[in-house]
């Protein structure tokens, strides 16, 4: 099982990044997932979950600027992230839900104001 994610950058404060998730080794669409996030000396946090029907939930945090969705055709997840902020960097993983016990590759956001 791997799950791969990609797409973080540098962007300024009110940008926008999206980012992907390609899965394999598993059959994607009886799968749901998981958007988590790990800030500069914080413990990882759920930001995001999308079920198997593609129905979502977000942390307060950021409702209202993420959004995730899925593509079962491509076997992908995605996270588009508008309107960021400094306290949206970190490093961000995609699992599946429940977790596991394994975050794969993350991806870099890092968010300057």
């Known amino acids: 099982v791997q799950l791969q994610a990609s797409g973080g950058g540098l962007v300024q404060a009110g940008g926008s990044l999206r980012l992907s998730c390609a899965a394999s080794?598993?059959?994607?669409?009886?799968?749901?997932f998981d958007w988590f996030r790990q800030a500069p000396g914080k413990q990882r946090e759920m930001i995001a979950s999308?079920?198997?029907?593609?129905?979502?939930d977000y942390v307060d945090s950021v409702k209202g600027r993420f959004t995730i969705s899925r593509d079962n055709a491509k076997n992908t997840v995605y996270l588009e992230m508008n309107s960021l902020k400094p306290e949206d960097t970190g490093v961000y993983y995609c699992?599946?839900?429940?977790?596991?016990?394994?975050w794969g590759q993350g991806t870099q956001v890092t968010v300057s104001s």
């Open positions: 999308i079920t198997v029907s593609g129905n979502t």
């Open positions: 080794g598993i059959i994607f669409r009886i799968n749901a």
């Open positions: 699992v599946r839900h429940p977790w596991t016990g394994s």
